[in-house]
DNA sequence: AACACAAATTTACTTCCAGTAACATACGAC
DNA sequence: GTCGTATGTTACTGGAAGTAAATTTGTGTT
């Protein structure tokens, strides 16, 4: 199943012969995302550790606890979904197509990576470094979709505008990808007629 | 600080003498509400049954594990909820009022019992049982605000719209007890502006 | 009354996992 | 060579979830 290399030849203790280092932090974040796919969200850093044929205390050196490999791996997800979002705009004009087609891209995304946006939703409590990614992400959608000269000037509306759409998308995902309850399609048409009604008016009422 | 019974008197193992329980699910669920108000939301199952006085196999069987108390606290909360909710619709008629006010209690619900709610939504992954409860708390504010003729016969669209709602409310709420980044009526409008031109439609367009 | 079984409780354990201390090996400078 | 530093691994600590076994009391039976 993995791709990673042989076996385990069994390392002695110490430093490579060489002077190579035998996993970067990019390899380990690679074998992170591989373990995440094979083991489910509920991994141990023990299997990350494993998956990267390296010890736990390099995994921690160079990468650190398990929050901070959730916000390297939230920013791998999010890259992961800007791609796919911009690949579903193609074509689409129309504000509210753009939209929705929007929507089908994240979920597309999501769906790709289902182990891993789990893992990465799992802890309770967020980080500073955590929100910070929140309002990335939100920045981005609210940015995309609505230019909104109303919300420019109030930040304190912009992050609750950023955390409800985030909200909604996160939950509904991770319901739908709980039981896969209705088809792709539908559940971005859906989420398109919650949520476009709203953020359509950005652009126009003053309040 | 807590309103248990004197220290510890050190019980003896055995059963009680005078052929009654020494706490029965109440008293622990009220024992837990106490302690995860005095520890925080990651309150240890230990700490729980110390509250009680009570050791933790009784704790375990009575209520069952974690994730069973976290069932059991969200029908409590969903209660709280409820309550406060009906309180502030008091003198409202108009629609969109109303929901802003619901929100209104909602959000006092939820600061009032801060640690409660970060306990319950502390859990990554849902449960089937937790999963009903989603519903439970959403289907009541679908059909509180909108008796939708569009969606009732559409179980599919009504779970996500639910979803979405209460994904949105949840979010904002975990990040707004973070850091309290604004008041509470505020918030209450903001939220309202995201959502209600949404929920409004259910009662008129027909797709 | 004595005995046996059921009910209610605690102590003390097992298991699992995150995170770390201590130790081992290789490279580079002088 | 030898000393410090970079890079590893082994083996441990610590804490929390959940459980097995032991302990005491109530209750029914003969």
Redesign the interface.
């Given at each position: 199943m993995s791709t990673a290399a042989e076996p385990n030849p069994r390392r002695r203790p110490g430093r490579p012969r060489g002077g190579q280092l035998l996993a970067d932090r990019d390899e380990l974040l690679a074998a992170a995302i591989r373990a995440i796919r094979a083991h489910g969200?509920d991994v141990t850093m023990e299997d990350l550790a494993v998956e990267a044929t390296v010890s736990k205390p390099i995994l921690y050196r160079t990468i650190g606890d398990r929050a901070a490999l959730v916000v390297a791996l939230s920013e791998w997800m999010i890259d992961q979904i800007t791609t796919e979002i911009s690949a579903a705009l193609e074509g689409h004009t129309e504000p509210r197509t753009q939209f929705e087609a929007a929507v089908r891209g994240y979920l597309a995304a999501v769906h790709a990576n289902r182990s891993l946006f789990?893992f990465v939703?799992?802890?309770?409590?967020?980080t500073d470094q955590l929100?910070r990614l929140?309002e990335r992400s939100a920045q981005m959608m609210i940015a995309l979709f609505a230019a909104s000269p109303e919300l420019a000037g109030d930040p304190?509306?912009s992050?609750?505008?950023a955390?409800?759409?985030?909200?909604?998308?996160?939950?509904?995902t991770?319901?739908w990808l709980?039981d896969d309850?209705?088809e792709l399609d539908?559940?971005a048409a859906?989420?398109t007629?919650?949520?476009?009604?709203?953020?359509?008016?950005l652009d126009q009422s003053p309040a």
């Open positions: 969200p789990l939703n799992a802890g309770g409590q967020p929100r929140v304190v509306a992050r609750t505008w955390y409800s759409i985030l909200g909604a998308f996160e939950i509904v991770v319901m709980d309850y209705c539908t559940l859906d989420l007629r919650v949520l476009w009604p709203g953020i359509e008016r």
